[in-house]
């Protein structure tokens, strides 16, 4: 993944495309329930995938084009099942039919605006859906914080 920061032709890319699917990265570790925060995945119908998540500085945006690859997949070595065991993993969550998240699928991404901190760093992203918008930041807190708003935000059921 790069910061988005100089690589906002990554998101040009997709205005106008319909989302599809969406994932969410949520860790797991057998002890407790998955929480929902973690990296957010988004398939459009043009066959684009765009992943975001907190960057490497901690405050930083970063963007992926490609799905995430799952580093603890089978087959796994010994070694890495007992630390997947210990520790718990990253594990992806198809989340299309949740709330609020079945409320954007379907929708056209018709633009995004970006924010910053005071120093200037991207740290997130705003994205204009027809109907809603979904915010994206990091807060420099090392982790990526999704908020969900617009006066037309509803859920409705999917075919």
């Given at each position: 993944?790069?910061?988005l920061d100089g690589r906002l032709t990554l998101i040009d890319q997709v205005v106008g495309s319909r989302v599809e699917s969406i994932q969410r990265l949520r860790y797991v570790d057998g002890r407790s ?127």
């Open positions: 993944m790069d910061y329930a998955p929480s929902d925060d973690g990296p957010l995945q988004f398939c459009f119908d043009s066959g684009e995938v765009r992943r975001f998540d907190a960057g490497g500085d901690g405050e930083r945006l970063a963007v992926g084009v490609t799905r995430w690859q799952d580093p603890f997949a089978e087959p796994l070595s010994d070694e890495n099942r007992r630390f997947v065991r210990a520790s718990g993993a990253w594990r992806e969550f198809d989340v299309t039919r949740e709330d609020p998240y079945r409320a954007v699928v379907g929708e056209r991404l018709l633009g995004y605006r970006t924010t910053r901190t005071s120093r200037e760093a991207l740290d997130g992203v705003i994205l204009e859906f027809e109907e809603l918008i979904i915010i994206l930041e990091t807060h420099g807190a090392d982790e990526l914080f999704v908020t969900w708003a617009g006066p037309h935000l509803r859920v409705r059921p999917l075919s």
